[in-house]
Structure formats: C-alpha cells, structure tokens
T-cell receptor, first 112, second 115 residues
Framework: AQSVTQLGSHVSVSEGALVLLRCNYS??????LFWYVQYPNQGLQLLLK??????LVKGINGFEAEFKKSETSFHLTKPSAHMSDAAEYFC??????????FGQGTRLTINP | DSGVTQTPKHLITATGQRVTLRCSPR?????VYWYQQSLDQGLQFLIQ???????AKGNILERFSAQQFPDLHSELNLSSLELGDSALYFC??????????????FGPGTRLTVL
C-alpha cells in the first residue's frame, strides 16, 4: 500500500529564510508524487508533481522538490520564504489516475 | 481558480438529517473524486467516478453515497448525519485515464457542520 509521511506538523521560518518541508513515501512501485498547498479557507492548489521525467521538479511560486529514490523522499524547498507562503502543505502519492493518498500536512508559519 | 465548482460553500444541519453536495468538474475532465478533510482523520479519499461509473472506493461510510450524471457533474449524498461527519468535503476532477500522469484539480470545498 502506498503512503506518505510528512515530518513535522508545524514548521516556522523567518521571512527570507530557506523553507524545507519533508515528505517520505512508501510505495511498492514507482509512484507519482505531488505537493499541494492549502491557504486558509480555500481548496487545495497543486504546487508541483513528480512523474519520473526528472528528479528535480520545479513548481509554482518558487518551490521545487527533489525525488530521491534511495531515501524514498520528496522534500519541498524554497530558497527564500515570503509572508504569502504561510499555509498548509500536503504531500500526496498516487499511481496514475487513481486516488491520492495524503500525508497529515505541515503548517508553515513565516515570521517577519 | 481550478475550474472545479462546488455548492453549497457552507452547510449547517442537524443530526439525523440528509444533505447533498454538488460538484461540477473542469471542462473536459471525466473523472471526479470526493475527499473528506477533518481534524482527526486528515484528508481521506472517499470515492471516484469516471464517466458515470464508479471506479474506486475508499473509506466511505455506508450512510454516504455518490453518483455522476451524464453531464459529468457529481453529487455526494450524506444521510443519517452524525456530529462526526462535520468536515470539509472536497471534490476534485481529472482527465481520468489510467496511463497518464494527470493531475487532480480541487474545488473550494463544502464545509459541513452537523449540530
């Protein structure tokens, strides 16, 4: 069965600092991996997805993630945090056009 | 704006009642998914429809049912509501082919409060 584990339910960084949100996956076959963002009182918006084309995936709003098979990880990073990045971030795994299995989410707080 | 619409935005009802949540997928998408987001369970997949047919089922209670109509909109019916059914219900849509890496696009959600 597929699953994802997000390490840290809450991450706090200063404005301008590096953002690192961790996600490890468990899958018996090569997975598709996704990062979604949820702003307060809104739906989920896709940030980026890994589909085996390239291990380093660039997404919207300056975010990127690197697929590391040896570490079964797909961590999300952004070099410089902005106040507008404050939101909840979800890592998810799927196989093709099937259900998404989400992690528990990481709430990102940006300190001025 | 993802192109997926959900109505209503908010729903407040009492225990034992029945409600219907509606979802219209993005133009051209054949697959519709329903997810439930609650504080204790997180984001959980409920059910998927593809072009009118049920394709996959997740942790959906027997009190809940869904369908997808010929115009591809979908409805999630929740009956005999309990306090624990209070949650955000999201609909997502995708092209729906098995072999592709298509993305699921999420609607804004319906917040259900059961009193």
């Amino acid at each position: 069965a597929q699953s994802v584990t997000q390490l840290g339910s809450h991450v706090s960084v200063s404005e301008g600092a590096l953002v690192l949100l961790r996600c490890n996956y468990s899958s018996s076959v090569p997975p598709y991996l996704f990062w979604y963002v949820q702003y307060p009182n809104q739906g989920l918006q896709l940030l980026l997805k890994y589909t085996s084309a390239a291990t380093l995936v660039k997404g919207i709003n300056g975010f990127e993630a690197e697929f590391k098979k040896s570490e079964t990880s797909f961590h999300l990073t952004k070099p410089s945090a902005h106040m507008s990045d404050a939101a909840e971030y979800f890592c998810a795994v799927s196989r093709g056009a099937q259900k998404l299995v989400f992690g528990q989410g990481t709430r990102l707080t940006i300190n001025p | 704006d993802s192109g997926v619409t959900q109505t209503p935005k908010h729903l407040i009802t009492a225990t034992g009642q029945r409600v219907t949540l509606r979802c219209s997928p993005r133009s051209g998408d054949l697959s519709v998914y329903w997810y439930q987001q609650s504080l204790d369970q997180g984001l959980q997949f409920l059910i998927q429809y593809y072009n009118g047919e049920e394709r996959a089922k997740g942790n959906i209670l027997e009190r809940f049912s869904a369908q997808q109509f010929p115009d591809l909109h979908s409805e999630l019916n929740l009956s005999s509501l309990e306090l624990g059914d209070s949650a955000l219900y999201f609909c997502a849509s995708s092209v729906g082919t098995y072999a592709s890496t298509d993305t699921q696009y999420f609607g804004p959600g319906t917040r259900l409060t059961v009193l």
